[in-house]
């Protein structure tokens, strides 16, 4: 009976403690503006050996282009990993794994730590993809490391590999209009994304993925910059039309897409958005977090 | 107190009204529309609205009333081309077209194969169908089409089960500019970037989802 009672007190304690936030920095590491296009070619499929490793590197690649179905208790919403790292991984100037596995581990002057790439998946889970992230120690996590370390195959350690991340759009003098935005989002977005920024599903799987409310990516996710999705935007979308857009017309919809409401930020300070703001969002990048747009608090969050 | 007389009157009345404004999608699919020159669907796409893959004629059963709609009023209009569609979907009115939309879209259509993107493609047809070719931009078509090429929403059809003489026929049509009545020319740069034999591999590799390796 006591016994029966500890353990539904640890039970509801457990549920009520968040998940600790695996890396709290998700602040901007600089991406230069594109300088020389990206030459690194990871290694084909028919490269792969038929043994152990080749067999750990399809499971990483089955999680990376399929997470919201493989991994339904670590994913919280709609997104896989393929969504912002286009072409499995593989794609320059979209944040390829070949690009970010050699840069770690990573140190951090911002919270003075060195963080791992197991803790740099961890943040994608917490933030991108609103979850819980898998253990460092997984079979996940190893599927998925193991995946970027064989596309990193023969890369140079430590070195900034033309390509990697999203090449940053410098803001345009006229800064960003979300009237405009709307205007780029219906015309060019909206065929696939939805006009409310919904997404599209076949039966219950995402095809095209939400890029606000419950099922995106929330508050402290890069995304959420208005720089980082403009950047992310010109050089990726529409699919298949890169740098179609100007980069006015990139950071105007960027801008639009971030003004919506998303899922809290998971390091919510004391319940407050302000403290938040304060804490992680006042100097990262151009982000609308905590402020203020028509008499509306931005950064409320849509609940889970 | 109405003599029954006038009441038969009225309600024969209101029958025959009712026949003249609201459209028999059914009717229309197999026995054509009001204008003669409304030929019935059956006709060319089959008892069951799957299409005749001999003569490359589409499956119409299970697609998007919309997107059909948008085709028929295209065929109209001119902006999409077609000897055959032009005239029959000039004979057919808005009403007449939302009616056998609405009919096409209910109809059974085969299942799909649940092809997913885990797998790793090693064949070239089934890379392009599932991961496209990112060195010329392309996406892959399962990207657009939906899983096993099942079709998502009002916008993109699906490619399943349809006859491969017709999935060449319209990418062909893209590639040389005779079709165009694409969303934001999407399949119009898609379509260009591919090669003639990744064209007809494509095409038959959605046309009998047999063939799809999948392994869920």
Known sequence: ???????????????????????????????????????????????????????????????????????PDKVGNGLNCSNCHLDQGRLGNSAPLWGAYPMYPAYRKKNDKVNTFAERIQGCFQFSMNGT?????????????????????????????????????????????????????????????????????????????????????????????????????????????????????AWDVAAFINRHERPQDPRLVDGSVEKTRLKYHANDGVNLYGQKLDGVLIGQGTGK | MIPLDRILISSLLLCSAGAVHAADGQKIFSQGGQNPAAMACLGCHGADGKGMAAAGFPRLAGLPAAYLSKQLHDFRDGSR????????????????IQA?????????????????????????????????????????????????????????PPLAHQPAAYLVAQLNAWRDGSRHNDPNQLMAGVAKAMSDEEIKALANYFASPASQGGKP
């Open chain 2, 100 to 156: 056998v939309t609405a009919t096409l879209a209910a109809m059974p259509a085969e299942p799909v194969a649940d092809t997913r993107r885990q797998q790793m493609a090693t064949d070239a047809t089934e890379k392009l169908a599932l991961y496209g070719d990112w060195s010329r931009q392309l996406p892959g078509c399962v990207q657009c089409h939906g899983p096993g090429g099942a079709g998502v929403g009002d916008h993109f």
């Open chain 1, 1 to 71: 009976m006591n016994l029966m009672i500890f353990g539904a007190l640890s039970l509801a304690l457990g549920s009520a403690q968040a998940a600790p936030i695996a890396m709290d920095d998700q602040s901007q590491l600089q991406v230069p503006a594109v300088g020389s296009a990206p030459t690194f070619a990871p290694p084909a499929e028919s490269e792969l050996p038929d043994n152990a490793f080749g067999k750990m590197v399809r499971e990483g690649h089955a999680l990376f282009v399929d997470t919201r179905r493989l991994m």
């Open chain 1, 133 to 249: 992230p898998p253990a460092a120690d997984s079979p996940q996590m190893t599927a998925l490391s193991v995946y970027a370390y064989w596309l990193a195959s023969k890369a140079p350690i430590g070195v900034e590999a033309p390509g990697r991340g999203y090449p940053e759009v410098p803001q345009p003098a006229q800064g960003y209009d979300f009237k405009r935005g709307e205007q780029v989002y219906q015309q060019q977005c909206a065929i696939c994304h939805g006009a409310e920024g919904q997404g599209q599903k076949v039966a219950q799987d995402y095809v095209m993925p939400p890029l606000w409310g419950k099922d995106s990516y929330n508050w402290g996710a890069g995304m959420h910059r208005i720089n980082t999705a403009a950047s992310f935007i010109k050089y990726n979308m529409p699919l298949g039309k890169p740098g179609s857009l100007s980069d006015q017309q």
């Open chain 2, 81 to 96: 081309k077609n000897p055959i569609m032009e005239p029959l979907a000039k004979a057919l009115s808005d009403e007449e």
